[in-house]
């Protein structure tokens, strides 16, 4: 395309249909423990 | 039509709710909220996207006729139905709860070893480390605490301990025993176990230091920057800055494990809106995993309030541009708010369902009462049971946590940040709303710039390598 680059390939539509493992770490955001938001995390069974 | 007096409607759906557009650095960036797409687009399709619906291609030509010529409309109008097509833009809105395969188990815990504190610092929210009600967790407690954890996460493999306080080093005999005893247990009970350790730095000792190491303990340094802004932010119980210290005994600590395994963590104030200076400064100071981030108070000189966002977002702005700067000359470092992964993050059940605390996580008190989160210890009405006794919540407090999620929400269901962000601390909505479902609304701002710049940083970053 001429006007516009995709820069990634994203999973966000797929992975409503299998549902969360719930491996992943909990996600405090409280800035003294470093906010973990979500964005910030990868997914475990990715990261296998 | 004459120009100048065309009224564009929105089509059938809310377009605020599929996409967000902002400008970054030299860079226009088009995100497609429920696909998660990233591109970047020119200064046309821009434009475009002011009035695009996916289904109104005359009207946006009409109304940019002046600007672009019909060829370059087509041009545009073109690649965007290509990109519908491929459900990278308007995809359809995601609303359904989220759902994990089990619910109900714990996965971590926040253990308040010490209630106590050897630095005095000026934002502390825990009343100088004791959250009320100074005192050290005995042994007892910790290994009760970890007993609760093995039981309510389940069949879950993965378990986590944070040691915090205070100055979780303050009480290093619990600290040890509990370890101890986790890696005993880890055997019986098939778990895997991921200890952290936040501290000051102040009684970082060698004896210390090789015990961290050896045990494999994660470790969250807090270090403010600046001597000076450290310094007027921590000082100990006689007034004494703590900066050279602490940064000390962290350089030894970082190296002794191979610069691995670690967070050096620095907070802003009001009183440092210029903190690109601090980030520069720690890792400057010899150190390259950071995360500097906001305070957060109420009605304290230290706090932000809305005045302050546009200082903040400028500061943001130059924050990335020093972070670039420093990755190109090949001296790069990590920024944790930087480091999202547009590709592979975690899925929408995790997205939505929010931090955890209060139903997966819980903070432990010095007496093994259990709370939502470290925040709320000695926060009236919060306390949730014991691990002793287990959960006793005759109001349903957990479940309310549990479905606070960011669906039920409803600044967080018409937010663009809302799969980022998963819906803000709990705490802080509770701090400044009296709501744990109603976010801090500084917070938010303050988050959606820094994703707009972590964004745009992962965008740079793989159109160059
Ligand atoms: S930035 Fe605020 S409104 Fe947006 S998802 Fe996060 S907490 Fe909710």
Redo the contacts between chains.
């Keep these: 395309m001429k006007h516009i680059q995709t820069i990634n390939k994203p999973t966000l539509q797929s992975s409503m249909k299998s549902g969360g493992c719930g491996e992943c770490q909990a996600s405090c955001q409280s800035a003294c423990k470093t906010s973990c938001t979500v964005g910030n995390q990868v997914c475990e069974r990715q990261s296998k | 039509m004459v120009a100048g007096i065309f009224f564009w409607t929105k089509g059938l759906i809310d377009i605020d709710r599929r996409i967000h557009k902002f400008r970054q650095g030299d860079a226009h960036i ?1 995100l ?1 909220i ?9 200064q ?2 821009f434009d475009v996207m002011d009035l695009f619906d996916g289904s109104n291609d005359d009207d946006v030509r009409a109304e940019l006729a002046e600007r672009y010529s019909p060829a370059e409309l087509d ?2 109008l073109s ?2 139905h ?2 519908i097509d491929a ?2 833009l308007f ?2 809105e ?1 609303d ?1 709860p ?5 619910s109900g ?1 714990v ?2 815990l ?1 253990l308040m070893v010490a209630q106590d504190c050897n630095l005095r610092c000026k934002y502390c ?1 825990g009343d100088g480390g004791s959250y009320g009600a100074r005192g050290l967790m005995s042994a007892e407690v910790g290994r009760a605490a970890v007993d609760f954890l093995i039981k309510k996460s389940i069949n ?3 378990c ?1 301990i ?1 040691f ?1 306080g205070g100055e979780p080093l303050i009480n290093m005999k619990t600290v040890k025993a509990v370890t101890q005893y986790v890696r005993a247990r880890e055997i019986d009970s098939n778990k895997i176990f ?1 200890l952290t350790l ?1 501290t000051n730095g102040m009684l970082l000792n060698d004896g210390a230091i090789d015990w961290l190491n050896d045990n494999n303990i994660s470790v ?1 340094l807090s270090l403010d920057g600046r001597k000076e802004i450290h310094d007027a932010m921590r000082p100990d119980s006689t007034g004494r800055g703590s900066y050279d210290r602490a940064r000390a005994n962290f350089k030894r600590l970082v190296d002794s494990r191979g610069g691995s395994n670690y ?1 050096l ?1 620095g ?1 802003y104030t009001r009183r440092n809106l210029d903190f690109t200076n601090d980030v520069l400064s720690l890792h400057d100071a010899g150190f390259d995993v950071l ?1 500097v ?4 108070l109420k009605d304290s000189p230290l706090g932000f309030t809305s005045e302050d966002l546009p200082r903040i977002r400028d500061e943001y702005d130059r924050l990335t541009e020093a972070y670039l700067e420093r990755r190109r000359a090949g001296r790069g470092f990590f920024f ?2 930087f ?13 939505l ?1 929010g ?3 209060g139903h ?2 819980f903070a432990v008190d010095v007496n093994g009462d259990l709370y939502p ?3 709320f210890v000695g926060r009236e009405g919060y306390r949730l049971g014991s691990v002793f006794g287990g959960v006793d919540d005759p109001r349903g407090l957990q479940d309310y946590f549990r479905r606070s999620h960011v669906l039920n929400k409803p600044k967080c269901r018409e937010c663009w940040a809302r ?4 819906g ?2 709990h ?2 909505a509770d701090l400044f709303n009296g709501d744990i479902r109603q976010p801090y609304e500084v917070g938010c701002e303050i ?1 959606k710039k820094r ?1 707009e710049c ?1 964004i745009y940083v ?2 740079v970053v ?2 160059v390598d």
């Design positions: 088009l497609d429920n696909s998660g797409a990233v591109h970047l687009v020119d046309m399709i041009e545009a690649e965007l290509e990109l459900q990278l995809a359809p995601i359904v989220p759902t994990f395969k089990q188990i996965k971590s926040c929210f879950r493999r993965h986590e944070d915090f991921k936040t969250v967070y963590r907070t995360s981030e906001p305070v957060v944790f708010h480091n999202v992964d547009l590709s592979n993050g975690p899925c929408v059940a995790k997205r369902s931090c955890g605390a997966e996580y989160c470290h925040q799969f980022y962000c998963s803000g601390c705490a802080n988050q994703l972590a992962q965008a793989g159109r």
